[in-house]
């Protein structure tokens, strides 16, 4: 069976950090492009960041750019979102996806395999 499962969320202070890992269980993520993405109540699905199968190419949404950093480690069939300086309007649920192929714009529609989400909470 093929899943991805999300860990690392949590409630943390603005400003301070949190990292996400996705695991992959069934399947070798090296051949997935993995895209984070986040929904916040009453708000769409939007993209966080997106990585490619080498871990060469990246993108980040706007509101996140120079705060997270995707990372991945193929070895251990693992995509990791470092969140640091976090504010209250990161709070939402947190999703890593994963695309057959080599990397991906973050459109929620180019991915295939869902992970159930981590909850985020930012707030003092």
């Known amino acids: 069976q093929l899943q991805l499962v999300e860990s690392g969320g949590g409630l943390v202070q603005p400003g301070g950090s949190l990292r996400l890992s996705c695991a992959a269980s069934?399947?070798?993520?090296?051949?997935?492009?993995i895209g984070w993405f986040r929904q916040a109540p009453g708000k769409e699905r939007e993209g966080v960041s997106c990585i490619s199968i080498s871990g060469s190419n990246t993108n980040y949404a706007d509101s996140v750019k120079g705060r997270f950093t995707t990372s991945r480690d193929n070895a251990k069939n693992t995509v990791y979102l470092q969140m640091n300086s976090l504010k209250p309007e990161d709070t939402a649920i947190y999703f890593c996806?994963?695309?057959?192929?080599?990397?991906?714009?973050?459109?929620?529609?180019?991915?295939?395999?869902w992970g159930q989400g981590t909850q985020v909470t930012v707030s003092s």
């Open positions: 996806a994963a695309a057959p192929r080599l990397f991906s714009p973050c459109v929620p529609a180019r991915y295939v395999y």
């Open positions: 069934g399947f070798t993520l090296n051949t997935y492009a």
